[in-house]
């Protein structure tokens, strides 16, 4: 029976293939009409005999990097004298549709881009509509060329044939190019490689902003760049050719194999052992992989040959935004960098690369940036519109619209003048292409982080949430827990209600409030935020706790200030308790002699981890009380441990310890859900050890997916418990 049929797509649809794949089925069912992308989404009207089946298809087989929320149908009049299925122009009213993110280069543009018959052979842009820059490039939905940086490059007539060949697979590809007519490299990839192999240091424009890039294999030219970007020990990502390269320096499993190869292509953090690694990531056992994700990579590559191993990193000063900008990256670069290489298409937003690590076969993640943003993490009801301004370190931005939450790009540290920027302009940014005014405005509990302070000047109601509620929230929110849950947090610092520092910390989640149950037994931190920087202080102040005063000279003799610190702790002056985990972490690191000095956040703790190889449990190495875990006996035993023993010691006795303390709380509130978050789970044999432990116990064990354990992830927390108050 001859039907019409008028059908509403919502979700991520727009910039993935989906027209097209609309199209190809219109033309398999014989059916007239029309698709177009509108500030919803998408909106098809089919007319033919076949629409059930049409409809059917869609369903079970949409494109492949779409994401389908919702899909409405209703029957409607048929029209007279239709005589096809067309793609018609879009609808540029704002709405709910949501902005794709970029992808790899795929397969087939690949063969393309090394086929010498190909019109885009060596084309260093070359792209389709299942791959290629998509977040970085829009200016504003819906997707089409002409709001995006691609505006600038009209197409030439063979991209336009493409463009509008229902058979080709650049049918309606909006950001489609060739070298006749798209974005044009400022030196050729072959001179780029030949500097690099000359030992010159690159800064290359790439997808979401500028890279250095340098033969990782080249010592000289490794320290060289270290030098230049004043980061003596901090690891740098390495890119590879291609898996079999990887796979010669590191276990690989199937899913650290498919997070490599995935089309997000993130960094993924890897045992690996090379001769190189040492100089790239100094005292570490685990170093961070990317495979190529854009065209320019893989030509790279295809000239420098595919035992070559990149050093990759970010082109920017210490602690600033990444570049974007051509002529910022000539003023910053030029010190730095050897050659710049540019190409005449703007960047219009910044993204990082994202960091994974794989733990216990699940990737957890360390920033998450391009390749996941602006994907939604949907939510188990519809909340208020909240703008939640995240913490002060490793900024994200959360905004909810309808039930779902969006979480922008890793920001920064909101301590310089260019990352306040950066965090103003996501904000308008994001709003817009969201097209929501939030209710409310939700930040953190410290009363003078940057975030706080703007937060009351938006105009609009405020919400401050304590920094370990928002962390444990952050994954009830995401995994839509609806029942009570423990959280166990283990963090660096979060402000108080009572305004005290603290970083262990055990709650309980019962929609919407959290309540405080323990933490862990606070340690004076000697000079105040000094102390996180130098873990030699809190290797003393354990010494203290334990009334070791007299070993502390001894220890502590290659540090000149040691004599005015063990004053300032044994008259407790300018010495705030706090309850840090990681300071904890911190304080294992110095007595074991692994690392004094924090040069980079979290070495102290990243080497300790480093030197595991199995953890073992000492039973007589914590006290706890329902309201407090005290590792004190642990700390007593390491001093006599050399440092393979100490860290084995250090992490399985922690992880009992917490997990006996998790235990006990679970049995007396009857809650059998624990959450785990907080910068300290990204630490591999702490989570695992826990998790095993809790789970013999019956525990189910919950950690975040979707968004970094650690502040990377604040704002979605925020945002809910803001939401729910709210409501
Ligand atoms: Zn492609
Ligand atoms: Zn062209
Ligand atoms: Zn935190």
Redesign the pocket.
């Known amino acids: 029976m001859m039907q019409r049929l008028r059908i509403g797509v919502h979700g991520c649809v727009q910039g993935v293939g989906f027209r097209p794949q609309v199209y190809q089925l219109a033309q398999r069912y014989r059916l007239t009409g029309w698709v177009k992308n509108t500030g919803d989404g998408v909106v098809i009207e089919v007319q033919g005999v076949q629409t059930q089946a049409f409809l059917s298809t869609l369903r079970r087989q949409p494109p492949r990097l779409a994401n389908i929320t919702d899909m409405t149908v209703e029957s409607i009049v048929t029209v007279e004298g239709e005589a096809d299925f067309q793609i018609i122009m879009s609808d540029a009213t704002p709405g709910s549709a949501q902005m794709p993110a970029d992808v790899a ?2 397969e ?2 690949l063969r393309e881009l090394f086929d010498p018959d190909s019109r885009f052979y060596l084309y260093p842009f ?3 509509t ?3 820059p998509r977040y970085s490039i829009i200016h504003r939905l819906p997707y089409d060329r002409q709001h995006t940086a691609m505006a600038a490059f009209p197409m030439c007539d063979a991209c336009l044939t493409d463009y509008r060949n229902p058979h080709s ?1 650049r049918y309606h590809a909006q950001a489609i190019a060739c070298a006749r007519c798209g974005p044009q490299l400022s030196l050729s990839i072959e001179q780029v490689a030949r500097q690099i192999q000359a030992g010159q240091i690159m800064a290359l424009k790439s997808l979401g902003g500028y890279q250095l890039i340098a033969d990782a294999r080249q010592s000289t030219v490794v320290n060289r760049l270290r030098h230049h970007k004043q980061r003596m020990d901090k690891p740098f990502a390495v890119m590879m050719a291609n898996m079999a390269a990887v796979s010669q320096v590191a276990e690989l499993d199937d899913i650290k194999r498919q997070q490599l190869s995935s089309e997000q292509r993130p960094i993924v953090l890897l045992q690996a052992s090379a001769p190189y690694t040492t100089h790239i990531a100094p005292e570490l056992n685990r170093l961070g992989v990317m495979l190529p994700y854009t065209p320019v990579h893989h030509l790279l590559f295809h000239y420098l040959g595919d035992d070559c191993v990149l050093l990759v990193t970010s082109a920017n000063d210490k602690g600033q935004p990444l570049i974007i900008d051509d002529d910022q990256a000539h003023l910053q670069l030029h010190s730095i960098a050897d050659g710049i290489v540019s190409y005449n298409r703007p960047i219009v937003s910044r993204v990082d690369d994202s960091v994974v690590k794989v733990i216990d076969e699940r990737a957890i993640f360390i920033r998450r940036a391009r390749g996941f943003v602006p994907d939604p993490i949907e939510l188990s009801h519809t909340v208020p519109s909240v703008l939640a301004l995240g913490g002060h370190l490793k900024n994200t931005i959360c905004i909810t619209r309808d039930n779902e939450a969006f979480v922008s790009p890793h920001i920064g540290d909101i301590d310089n003048a260019q990352t306040i920027d950066v965090l103003h302009d996501t904000i308008e940014r994001w709003l817009n292409y969201l097209a929501v005014t939030p209710e409310c405005v939700a930040c953190d509990l410290h009363p003078d982080f940057y975030t706080t302070q703007l937060a009351r000047q938006l105009g609009k109601p405020t919400q401050a949430v304590q920094h370990h509620h928002a962390h444990l929230a952050a994954v009830v929110a995401e995994h839509q827990i609806q029942q009570p849950c423990l959280g166990l947090i283990l963090d660096g610092y979060g402000y108080g209600e009572q305004g005290e520092a603290l970083g262990g910390e055990l709650l309980l989640y019962q929609a919407p409030t959290v309540e405080h149950l323990g933490c862990l037994r606070p340690l004076p931190l000697p000079g105040g935020a000094q102390a996180a920087k130098e873990p030699w202080r809190m290797g003393m102040s354990v010494l203290q706790q334990l009334d070791k005063l007299t070993d502390v000279l001894a220890r502590y003799t290659h540090q000149p200030l040691a004599a005015q610190v063990m004053a300032l702790l044994q008259q407790q002056l300018y010495c705030p308790p706090s309850s840090s985990a990681g300071r904890l972490f911190d304080a294992a690191s110095s007595l074991l002699g692994v690392c004094h000095v924090n040069r980079y956040e979290g070495q102290a703790a990243m080497r300790l981890e480093s030197l595991v190889t199995e953890p073992v449990v000492l039973t007589e190495g914590w006290r706890r009380t329902l309201t407090q875990l005290d590792v004190l006996p642990l700390m007593a035993h390491l001093l006599h441990c050399d440092s393979v023993t100490g860290a084995n010691v250090f992490h399985g006795t922690l992880a009992a310890a917490l997990a006996d303390w998790l235990l006990l709380w679970a049995r007396q509130s009857c809650v059998n859900l624990v959450v785990l978050a907080g910068g300290c789970m990204v630490n591999q044999p702490l989570v695992t050890a826990l998790r095993a432990h809790c789970q013999q116990a019956g525990l189910t064990v919950l950690l975040p997916e979707r968004l970094p354990p650690n502040d990377g992830g604040l704002c979605l927390g925020q945002a809910w418990l803001a939401a729910l108050k709210r409501q």
Do not use: F, Q
Request: aromatic letters at 0%; proline letters at 0%.
């Open positions: 280069v795929c087939d543009c070359i792209n389709c299942h791959c290629g697979r």
